[in-house]
């Protein structure tokens, strides 16, 4: 069992930026990826970018220029960095933690206000 604490979420206006964290209990160099999705209201939740063992990244086209996955191995830490945000990034943001099967923190709620 992986557990993962995820952080950082919050209330910022329009074009602000945030930092979310996501601590994983196991060698993050251990999963196939690690990633981030989200799930506004009413909505499913989507893709947002992930990071693979070898630090490869993806990301989604409505975040690309905007935000930045990365990850701190020595810490079992990953990242997202988010910039420009805009009131329609507004959701619950999960981490994700992929081996043999998908873990998944608990989410960080980010609104973001125009």
């Known amino acids: 069992q992986v557990q993962l604490v995820e952080s950082g979420g919050g209330l910022v206006q329009a074009g602000g930026s945030l930092r979310l964290s996501c601590a994983a209990s196991?060698?993050?160099?251990?999963?196939?990826?690690m990633g981030w999705y989200r799930q506004a209201p009413g909505k499913q939740r989507e893709l947002v970018a992930t990071?693979?063992?070898?630090?490869?990244?993806n990301y989604a086209d409505f975040v690309k220029g905007r935000f930045a996955i990365s990850k701190d191995n020595a810490k079992n830490t990953v990242y997202l960095q988010m910039n420009s945000l805009k009131p329609e990034d507004t959701a619950v943001y999960y981490c994700l933690y992929r081996e043999y099967v998908e873990y998944w923190g608990q989410g960080t709620q980010v609104t973001v206000s125009s």
């Open positions: 196991r060698n993050i160099l251990r999963a196939n990826y």
């Open positions: 990071i693979e063992h070898t630090a490869r990244t």
